[in-house]
Each structure stands twice: as C-alpha cells, then as structure tokens.
C-alpha cells in the first residue's frame, strides 16, 4: 500500500533563469552567446513560445503543472531546487521530491515525448505515482 506522500500533488518544473523582462533579456542575451543554457526552456519553448506537443502533454499528465523561474519559487521549492536547477520537482504531502534534475533534463534535447518518459521513470523510481502515470 502506498502512502499518501507517494501521492503526487503537482509537478513543478523550475527554469535556470529569473522571470520578469530583465531576466528573460538576460537569459535571451546568454543563449545567443553562448554563456547560458536551460534545458527546461529547451523542452518546454521553441523560440518565444511553447511548445504544441508540450501544451498537449500538460493535460494528458493529469496534475496541475507550474512552471517558474528561480525568483518565483516558493520557499518549499527553492530549498529542494537549490542548487539544481533546472529541474522538475513533484510535490507530494511528504514535500517536494526532485525527479529530474539538469543532467537528465539536458539528455532529452529538448524532446518533449522523451520529457514524458523520463518523468514517468524518474516518478516510478522514486515511488511515486498519480493518475497521468501509469
């Protein structure tokens, strides 16, 4: 029987970058040079929007899904992410448990479908399950 703090709640997927004009111009700035990189964005955005195949994904995962840069965490998140981001973070009544960090994020190329897999794996792994999971 699983306890309820394998139950996730949400999922939170933080981007390597700070939100707000000022920090999207920055993180832009780094891409075209070179000096930044955030492979979060790369799954989530083609250019300066998202993506179709990630817009579809979202509701097939059954959870609510945040996105949030590092300015807008929460102290919950920003203490699970500290130091590792990007990353994805499922929130459970246990507290945030971190399924994919940056290595794993920037394995997938900026695939969505190989996003989804690697979720579902990261989320079977670590013992956690909710209904966009099988």
């Known amino acids: 029987m699983t306890s309820t703090s394998g139950v996730v709640r949400r999922l939170v997927g933080v981007y390597h970058a700070d939100g707000g004009l000022r920090g999207e111009l920055t993180y832009l700035v780094g891409k075209v040079r070179g000096t930044t990189s955030c492979p979060l964005c790369d799954v989530t955005h083609h250019g300066?929007?998202?993506?179709?195949?990630?817009?579809?994904l979202v509701p097939?995962?059954?959870?609510?899904?945040?996105?949030?840069?590092?300015?807008?965490?929460?102290?919950?998140?920003?203490?699970?992410?500290?130091?590792?981001?990007?990353?994805?973070?499922?929130?459970?009544?246990?507290g945030p448990v971190v399924l994919l960090g940056p290595d794993e994020l920037a394995a997938l190329n900026g695939s969505v479908a190989r996003f989804a897999e690697a979720l579902r794996a990261a989320a079977t792994l670590a013992g956690l399950h909710w209904d966009g999971v099988g």
Do not use: Q
Not at 69 to 93: F, Y
């Open 48 to 56: 300066l929007g998202r993506k179709r195949e990630w817009r579809e």
């Open 60 to 94: 097939e995962l059954g959870v609510p899904v945040d996105l949030v840069h590092l300015n807008e965490r929460s102290p919950a998140v920003r203490a699970a992410s500290e130091g590792r981001t990007p990353c994805v973070l499922a929130v459970t009544d246990g």
